[in-house]
């Protein structure tokens, strides 16, 4: 499900005195230009994924509940196993919808009585306890600027209704959904600058933006997510890492890899957080998993890459486990007697936490011990 308000349409964020807009977005700023649609929607389809869109209008916050709690009958809901909110954020993990409270100031009352109507509205279709509930909803004015249009100063600005940490905490406690067989992407400037909303989502595999971000960027964030991961096997962590190598090295490998071209991938990095959760506890990608230092995670994504060799995941992490048990872990790489072996390392012999986490990223079993912390495991297509 993709949720996208300003999908469309520009983001008139600045009016005048005439109701002129005084400045809007350009075509390479609306949210439609940076992400190629239809091929995430025939990705996920191929996938066995029905795909569902709010866009521009549609995307209310009474269409987002009705979204994310279909088929729930006061027992668990079943939301989408992938969840894209491409919109405006801020640090307070505060994002922007598309229910209009119209033009206003800071400076008057007028978004603020539009908002009590709003929430007396939710009030009268049920929805009181996701009224009252802390930090859930809360007026946003888009962003005023100094700038004048044709000399004429600018008196308000466009306020919407914003969807907080306390609604995802509603959605389960009040509307029983949990998004823990979910990917949540939170396509919006600053949202993981701090920890509240990711902790209210609580999504097996949850990726956002701590700093402003270019839509171009998050675009190719999107597609290259669901490319990766109709890639038989291949993990959230998997795909959050290839991002990084991408970015970090500017080379491609996978086809996919080309996404990022043409855009500052390069913010990857530092900009874009990742994390895996269990319900219990919330994993940081960077420094844990497959990127924990004490490992090679370079050694790790050759172990992968040669163990897809058989097509198979179960042969081939049994080849690689193979190759451990009977010459990595007696420092002895192969040689032309075990030629396998010998090709399926980077020229230093694998350790066994390596040749573990390996193992566990293509089937979700710890083959063996490994040293760190493991990142909960999310695919979407398992079992080749």
């Known amino acids: 499900m993709i949720f996208a308000p300003f999908w469309d349409v520009p983001f008139y964020s ?13 075509s390479s700023s609306v ?21 569902e869109q709010l866009l521009d209008g549609g995307a209310t916050v009474q269409a987002l509940i ?39 100031s800071a400076t008057d009352t007028t978004i603020w009585d539009r908002f009590k109507s709003f929430e007396n509205q939710l009030d009268r279709e049920g929805y009181r306890s996701l009224v009252t509930t802390k930090d859930a909803l809360e007026p946003v004015l888009a962003e005023m600027d100094a700038a004048n249009v044709g000399g004429s100063p600018l008196s308000s600005s466009g306020g919407y209704v914003a969807i907080g940490p306390g609604f995802w905490r509603w959605l389960e406690d009040s509307a029983h959904v949990s998004f823990e067989h979910s990917l949540v992407l939170m396509n919006a400037c600053y949202t993981d600058q701090n920890a509240a909303l990711r902790e209210a989502v609580h999504a097996r595999a949850y ?45 491609e490998i996978y086809a996919e890899d080309h996404l990022l071209n043409g855009v500052d991938y390069w913010v990857i990095p530092t900009d874009l957080d990742a994390y895996g959760s269990d319900r ?16 090679n995670a370079g050694e790790i994504w050759w172990l992968l890459y040669a163990a897809r060799w058989s097509h198979d995941s179960q042969i081939g992490a049994e080849n690689i486990e193979s190759c451990y048990s009977r010459l990595w872990s007696h420092g002895e790489l192969g040689g032309l007697g075990n030629q396998f072996c010998q090709n399926a390392n980077t020229g230093t012999a694998p350790t066994e936490s390596e040749v573990s986490y390996a193992v566990y990223l293509l089937t979700g079993r710890l083959g063996g011990a490994f040293n760190g912390t493991v990142v909960p495991r999310f695919t979407i297509r398992d079992g080749a």
Request: proline share 6%; glycine share 12%; aromatic share 12%.
């Open 14 to 26: 600045y009016v005048n005195d005439a109701g002129q807009p005084a400045y809007n977005y350009s």
């Open 207 to 251: 990726f956002a933006w701590n700093k402003p971000v270019n839509t171009d960027v998050t675009g190719a964030v999107l597609q290259y997510l669901v490319a990766s991961l109709s890639r038989y096997t291949h993990s959230a962590e998997e795909a959050y890492y290839n991002l990084v190598r991408v970015a970090k090295t500017g080379q």
């Open 66 to 104: 009705a979204e994310l709690t279909h088929g729930a009958s006061g027992s668990q809901a079943q939301p989408p196993g992938v969840v894209v909110l491409a919109t405006h954020g801020g640090p307070d993990g505060f994002v922007a919808t598309a229910s209009s409270l119209g033009l206003g």
């Open 280 to 295: 219990t506890i919330i994993v940081p990608y960077v420094g844990n998993g497959w990127q924990d230092p004490k490992d």
């Open 31 to 51: 949210f439609a230009y940076y992400a190629n649609l239809p091929e995430v929607k025939k990705e996920l389809e191929g996938d066995g994924y029905h795909f």
